[in-house]
Nanobody
Framework: QVQLVESGGGLVQAGGSLRLSCAASGRTFSSYGMGWFRQAPGKEREFVAAISWSGDSTYYADSVKGRFTISRDNAKNTVYLQMNSLKLEDTAVYYC????????????????WGQGTQVTVSS
């Protein structure tokens, strides 16, 4: 069982930066692939980024590639999403998710989810 708690969301102007954190409970955090997803009002949840259990492999949606960076610190049971050059279209609730041993672009394949943190980008 893994419990996830996101933090770091907020209101930021376009072009600004935010860093999201996702703190995980449980001693087996290092065996989970982690993903970030987001959901804007009236839209389906979409993949943002993922990182392998070791941190050696990372994956990004085309819409955030070059602007967002996913990382993890297994000693702190935490995964991060550094978001730079934020755009209006990045406004959404951001969720972190955990999947045993692997990652995926498909949200349905993740077993555990956080409650989400709101990111609002203003002009």
């Amino acid at each position: 069982q893994v419990q996830l708690v996101e933090s770091g969301g907020g209101l930021v102007q376009a072009g600004g930066s935010l860093r999201l954190s996702c703190a995980a409970s449980g001693r087996t955090f290092s065996s989970y692939g982690m993903g970030w997803f987001r959901q804007a009002p009236g839209k389906e949840r979409e993949f943002v980024a993922a990182i392998s259990w070791s941190g050696d492999s990372t994956y990004y949606a085309d819409s955030v590639k070059g602007r967002f960076t996913i990382s993890r610190d297994n000693a702190k049971n935490t995964v991060y999403l550094q978001m730079n050059s934020l755009k209006l279209e990045d406004t959404a609730v951001y969720y972190c998710a955990a999947r045993p041993r692997s990652t995926s672009y498909n949200s349905r394949l993740y077993d555990y989810w956080g409650q989400g943190t709101q990111v609002t980008v203003s002009s």
